[in-house]
């Protein structure tokens, strides 16, 4: 065998790099803050190493620094040193790194090679899934996928800022906050008084909206989007497993151009409505706003095409129109444990990619003519149990019946029915039938 292919088969590694940190961490324990942010003990390939650095964190933990003596005795209580070279292997480190300047350097190499060698064993396991005839097709692209942003997420750094940098950008934020109450620490849904109580949609928080058929669950979510996407330029995406992305994109531009979506639909649109459409199909156009069109979605292709959005385009919220319209992979289970899967899916899905998802449901028909509570979601409890935010829409239908469907706006409450970390409670909000949009009551009080 030639030296190339032998060194094909050796997994990637910089040993001198590895020795060089290692030596480093002895001239200089105190540059270990530096090198945790990228490496752990394994990101080491020589097991001799990997014991040596576990030695340099335990000492650390103790409040000790690490040096040839300290080291030595704690991996002689461990039963590692003889395994990691003996005392003068140890000894030797130091004389292999002339300084510990170039310590970060060093640990980012071995980073690299880490990497790549994750990057191997996934290929490895990629191989032997796509041979496995017993496991399904989408199974192995969630597993392949959840392991990728894995191995991407390892690699990103922790870091810290003294106290001095961090006091300007607190009172910054303080200042920002005090002159624009709008300015919350959440993506802002659009809607002040709601985004009063929550702050806006939080990070990694799985959201509700439900409510019954037809009191404008989907109007609510894309109300919520178009102010994301056009008004704040924030990456979002939306998934309609019920209506088609053309359907969707006809809401859009009647809400933003404020023309009836009726007008659009037949035609009959007057001679200010064109420029109106054009000026806000324009304001769309630079929008970072994604649909995604597929009835009947799988819930390993929601999670997949969710990764793949986060990755290529810095998504920053989700929707999902609506959850009990995804489908599990196990058809076979009876509904309610489908949906429970579903649900417990997303909230950890949110948690993976550290955005919120805001999923619309349908609620019980014990919910009509009533002020909903938890207990009226559809299919399963588990979606009252896993969602850190609830919303619903309500409408007396008694009222509706006195109110031309075709007037202005429609009042409408939304209750926060469910908030894990802050209050809950209920505001009132106008719709507009014409543009199946929802806005500030203030706003547009007569």
């Not at 990637?12 to 200089?28: S, T, V, Y």
């Not at 990456?235 to 009726?262: C, D, T, Y």
């Not at 290529?312 to 076979?332: M, P, Q, S, W």
């Not at 993976?352 to 979601?377: C, F, H, M, T």
Request: hydrophobic content about 40%; proline content about 4%.
């Amino acid at each position: 065998m030639n030296s190339e292919s032998l060194k094909d088969k050796i997994p990637p590694h910089n040993q001198e790099a590895e020795q060089a940190c290692l030596g480093a961490l002895l001239l200089d324990p105190d540059s270990l803050a530096s090198v945790v942010r990228f490496i752990r003990p394994d990101d080491f390939y020589l097991p001799a190493h990997n014991q040596i650095f576990s030695a340099v964190i335990a000492l650390h933990e103790k409040g000790q620094k690490a040096d040839i003596i300290t080291i030595t005795e704690e991996m002689r209580l461990a039963g590692t040193l003889d395994r990691a070279g003996g005392p003068g292997y140890i000894a030797s480190l130091t004389s292999m790194t002339p300084s510990a300047a170039n310590v970060e350097y060093y640990a980012r190499i071995i980073q690299e090679m880490s990497t790549r060698r994750s990057l191997i064993r996934l290929s490895s396991e990629v191989s032997l899934l796509a041979f496995d005839q017993t496991t399904e097709t989408g199974l192995i692209l969630d597993q392949i996928q959840a392991k990728i942003f894995e191995i991407t997420q390892n690699r990103r750094t922790a870091s810290y800022h003294s106290i001095k940098e961090l006091i300007p950008d607190t009172i910054t934020v303080i200042e920002q906050l005090s002159n624009n109450p709008n300015a919350f620490t959440g993506i802002p849904s659009g809607l002040s008084d709601l985004d009063a109580m929550t702050s806006g949609f939080q990070n990694s928080e799985f959201i509700v909206i439900g409510a019954r058929p037809s009191v404008g669950k989907t109007a609510l979510a894309l109300s919520f989007t178009s102010h994301i996407a056009i008004n704040c330029k924030i990456p979002a995406a939306f998934f309609s497993l019920e209506m088609s992305e053309r359907a969707l994109m006809n809401r859009i531009i009647s809400a933003e151009a404020m023309v009836p979506g009726e007008r659009i639909r037949t035609g009959r649109l007057r001679s200010s409505d064109l420029n109106d459409l054009m000026d806000a199909a324009g304001r769309i156009y630079e929008a970072p706003l994604y649909i995604v069109d597929m009835p009947n979605m799988k819930l390993l292709e929601l999670r997949t095409m969710a990764r793949r959005l986060v990755l290529e385009r810095g998504i920053k919220i989700l929707f999902v129109d609506y959850i009990t319209l995804v489908t599990h992979e196990n058809a076979e289970l009876p509904r309610w444990e489908q949906i429970s899967a579903i649900s417990r899916s997303l909230k950890s899905l949110a948690r993976e990619l550290d955005i919120p998802i805001v999923a619309l449901s349908q609620l019980k028909r014990e919910a009509e003519g009533k002020q909903p509570n938890l207990a009226d979601v559809r299919e399963s409890g588990s979606i009252e149990q896993d969602a850190d935010l609830i919303l619903f829409l309500h409408r007396d239908r008694e009222i509706n019946k006195t109110q031309d469907q075709r007037s202005e706006q429609i009042e409408t409450e939304l209750i926060v029915a469910k908030q894990r970390n802050g209050p809950i409670g209920k505001t009132n909000v106008w719709f507009k039938p014409s543009y199946a949009k929802f806005v500030n009551m203030e706003r547009y009080d007569r």
